[in-house]
């Protein structure tokens, strides 16, 4: 593993540290990677969730039979 450095302001490093030990986590770089591996997941599916929506729209227009009874007049 790559290893990197953060640098956090005095406070929000003592509050870190108190939420890591009321939930268990066995280290900093545990929960860090959590977060990260969370918000890349979370961004994959943001994503792809779009074009899974955007397919299924563009099937409802190219599938709607209304649309190609009028378009079978003109082709």
């Known amino acids: 593993m ?6 956090l302001p005095e406070n929000e490093a003592k509050e870190l540290d108190d939420f890591l030990k009321k939930r268990n986590y066995l280290s900093k770089s545990e929960f860090i990677r959590h977060l990260i591996l969370e918000k890349l ?11 899974v ?3 299924k729209s563009m ?10 009874e009028v378009w079978s007049k003109y082709l």
């Open 41 to 51: 997941e979370s961004h994959k599916k943001e994503k792809y969730g779009w074009l």
């Open 2 to 7: 790559k290893t990197i450095s953060i640098k």
């Open 53 to 55: 929506i955007a397919e």
């Open 59 to 68: 099937n409802k227009l190219w599938d709607n039979k209304k649309d190609s």
